[in-house]
């Protein structure tokens, strides 16, 4: 089977630092290799991902870019899907695994009828896009998944009737992860992410110093990755504006610490190293990467009940989970009680690449086969 996995344009496959979408490429493609799948890899060119082939129209990440006005970036997508679009013409492309947001959609839907079948995963928030979302036709030929149950039932029911079901998140931290010796835990407790008021950071501090527990931030604030970088920050972003009002002033540098944008190692010394990963959500998290992430490196999760956390974190078990957001401080110190082993046989056992690459290739066979079972609207 060979499947076209396009990346898009916007950063290189794996990412250089942060990057959601192209992390879970790069984590899923060597996978789908080892299963027998050959893999066109559409991204950029200074993507490193080893893939059968490559294609690309741009030579670097055009994220930046996103910076300028619209009229100056709207062709960058358009560029870069007319070259995935001519590569299907060869004829010998068997399914396309799309994760370009919108654009990647709209392609497939408007590819003629002998096109080959077409898989969308949906990253993000289906409350986006109310247009192309509300009245999708994909015919029978494109299928959307998502990257949990709670995200699927928030789309709408055109999009829903496209769906073929969720395919959790993986982490190649969560390969051994039940045989990795542990490590010694520190006092603290991380919230690792893009710092913005669905993540709840600003509820995150607040609690720390109610409650009192040290707290480390981790993530990026808008572009911003470091906190020298904020002194001359956009004061329009808004999140820019809600670390300004409404984190900042609980960051007191002892108590409360933001650390920047940690990759690689660091971040999963600091990971690794915390009591508790706390997700004060607010937002309907669709997948949760570093949910799988704390699990996978011994990290029990403490957060709020809501988007894809109740199915990936056990309560009690892999952590401690609640509708109720002043209940979080209690949760924090109840955490010692979850067993780190607990947290990484669960990673071990769910969130592999393995389990998700597999989980993959099934969808894409079922797709290949135009399986008539595929719309499900669960
Ligand atoms: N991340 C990171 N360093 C940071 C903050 C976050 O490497 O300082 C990574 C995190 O480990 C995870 C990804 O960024 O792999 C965030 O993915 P998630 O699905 O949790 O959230 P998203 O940003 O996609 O909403």
Known sequence: ???????????????????GIEN?????????????????LASVGESTLPADERLSVFGTGQFPQLQR??????????????????????????????????????????????????????????????E??????GGARVRVNGVSADQLSHAPEALRAHAVGHVHLATPLATGADRRPARPKDGYVVVLGRINPGKGQDLAARLAHEAGFDLVLAGPV????????????????????????????????????????????DRDDLVAGARAA?????????????????????????????????ELVEHGRTGLLTTHEEELGDLVRAS???AEAECRAEAA??????????????????????DSRLAVTG
Not at 69 to 85: E, I
């Open 349 to 370: 056992r769910r969130f592999t690449p393995a389990v998700m690459a597999a989980s993959y290739r099934e969808l894409y066979e079922r797709l290949c086969a135009r």
């Open 69 to 130: 006005p619209y009229n100056q970036v709207c062709g960058v997508v358009p560029a870069h899907q007319s070259a995935v679009v001519r590569r299907l013409d060869a004829g010998d492309i068997d399914l396309v695994h799309d994760h370009v947001e919108a654009a990647g959609l709209a392609t497939l839907a408007a590819l003629g009828p002998g096109a080959p079948p077409g898989l969308h995963t949906l990253h993000w928030d289906l409350a986006k896009h109310p």
């Open 336 to 338: 010692g009680a979850i």
């Open 222 to 265: 808008g572009p911003y990755h470091r906190p020298q970088d904020l002194a001359g920050a956009d004061p329009q972003n808004p999140d820019v504006r809600f670390w300004r009002e409404r984190v900042a002033p609980h960051v007191d540098g002892h108590r409360v610490r933001w650390a920047g944008t940690v990759t690689g190692a």
């Open 132 to 137: 192309l979302y509300g009245g999708f036709d």
């Open 278 to 310: 706390l997700f004060p959500l607010r937002w309907n998290e669709p997948g949760g990467t570093a949910v799988v992430e704390a699990l996978a490196l011994g990290t029990p999760v403490v957060g709020i009940a809501r988007g894809c956390l109740p």
């Open 24 to 40: 879970v490429v790069a984590t899923l493609v060597p996978e789908l290799r080892r299963l027998g799948v050959e893999v066109v």
């Open 1 to 19: 089977m060979r499947v076209l996995v396009n990346a898009g344009p916007w950063l290189p496959v794996p990412p250089h630092g942060y990057g």
